[in-house]
């Protein structure tokens, strides 16, 4: 594996740039490089590998489908994607939603279930502009882009028109009108893990009731219990469309897009589509997934509130809940490099800021040598 790096410079656009590590393998909530070397993972490809890596339960399904049929034309229905939908209605359900009222529509990432839900706003009130917050993250299609901070939107513009980026809480408050046909709201910035407060949340739960428009809440990292509860919204709000993605599928790419009420009846036949959303191999491993999850969710907010504590009395500053945290550090990039050279896999989202989110199945003492390394890197760093 010596020479991938090379090749892989030669054959792959710059998007990444090159990457430091050639991973082979994972178990668990470890993963080993070409080298041999083992690292704990802390990231978990971006929240997508929720239940770690190599889960057997999870390769058994997977495999079982495998044997049966791969994809079908969304022309035809299939068992796990009734199946999938019919179990999104109950984790619904058991937040406090009307469950049954929820209409899915499943596509291959969070960047397409908002494109989708992008549309729903505009199917809702045609012309109607959409809200929403600086330092928002919400996926990489222009349409997504169109919601981003200026640093992701600069090299791409123009972008999607009627698009309001605001300041904060109170310049959001301010640009609601009647020509408002969406808020779009990231429940927990994927960068940074910041989050509107509730009663910030709540007015503008209250702003969009009172001039008609859809409250959609992104929930593509947030959501499918990384903050130990289905959704990191709920008890706060209820939205009119939620998206979801990363760790739903475990490591198979989904993307769904969920509208309540009338939000869940505006797409008609031929009005959206996608060619392998929903496919019977991703919705049967999104299945697997949300029953494997349902159990290790009080687990979820008790290690993470104990990594919180732990990581708050060395004197970090720690934002996030459950396992979805971010550490403020000096130098995000260099504390990143130190604790690979350590073995733990962390990201540094921006210059003042590392992210943690490990895979659900953690357990303290798969943490405790993170945290001791957290303590010695604060008196080298």
């Known amino acids: 594996m010596s020479g991938l790096l090379p090749r ?3 054959s792959m656009m710059a998007a990444y740039g090159l990457p430091p590590l050639v991973l082979t393998r994972g178990d668990g909530v470890t993963v080993w490089d070409s080298e041999g070397r083992s690292y704990l993972d802390l990231d978990s490809g ?18 079982d489908q495998a044997e049966k049929i791969l994809h079908v034309s969304n022309a035809y229905a299939t068992e796990p994607q ?3 939908a019919e179990r999104l209605q109950q984790c619904l359900s058991d937040e406090g939603y009307l469950g049954p009222t929820a209409r899915v529509f499943f596509s291959n990432s969070g960047s397409e279930a908002m494109e989708s839900a992008l549309k729903l706003a505009r199917l809702h009130k045609p012309g109607g502009r959409i809200l929403t917050l600086n330092r928002s993250y919400h996926g990489r299609t222009m349409g997504a882009l169109s919601l981003a901070d200026e640093a992701y939107r600069a090299p791409f513009e123009p ?3 009627g698009v309001y980026v605001a300041d904060d809480a109170t310049d959001l408050e301010q640009a609601f009108d009647d020509d408002v046909a969406a808020c779009v709201i990231d429940v927990h910035h994927g960068r940074s893990i910041e989050r509107l407060n509730d009663a910030e949340l709540g007015r503008v739960r209250d702003l969009c009731d009172r001039y008609g428009a859809l409250l959609i809440l992104d929930e593509s990292l947030s959501g499918v219990g990384r903050t ?11 939205a ?9 599928g475990g490591g198979v790419p989904i993307g769904v897009t969920i509208g309540f009420q009338t939000a869940g009846r505006l797409v008609q036949r031929g009005l959206e589509a996608s060619a392998t959303g929903g496919s019977p191999l991703a919705t049967a491993a999104g299945l697997a997934v949300l029953n494997l999850i349902e159990p290790l969710m009080p687990q979820v907010t008790l290690t993470g509130a ?7 009395e060395q004197g970090y500053n720690v934002q996030g809940e459950g396992l979805m945290l971010a550490v403020n550090v000096p130098d995000a990039e260099n504390c990143e490099h130190y604790l690979r050279e350590q ?3 962390v990201t540094a989202t921006n210059s003042e800021q590392i992210r943690l989110l490990p895979p659900l199945i953690i357990t303290r003492d798969d943490l405790v040598p993170f945290v001791e390394a957290m303590g010695e890197m604060k008196g080298k760093l």
């Open 8 to 10: 892989y410079d030669q």
């Open 46 to 63: 971006g929240g997508v590998t929720s239940l770690g890596h190599n889960h057997p339960q999870l390769r058994a399904v997977l495999a």
């Open 82 to 84: 009734v199946a999938l």
């Open 159 to 161: 972008l999607l028109s």
């Open 228 to 238: 130990g509860r289905w959704f990191a919204h709920t008890p706060r709000v209820v």
């Open 240 to 248: 009119d469309v939620i998206t979801l993605a990363r760790g739903l």
């Open 306 to 312: 104990w990594l919180k504590t732990k990581l708050t």
């Open 343 to 345: 073995g733990f896999l």
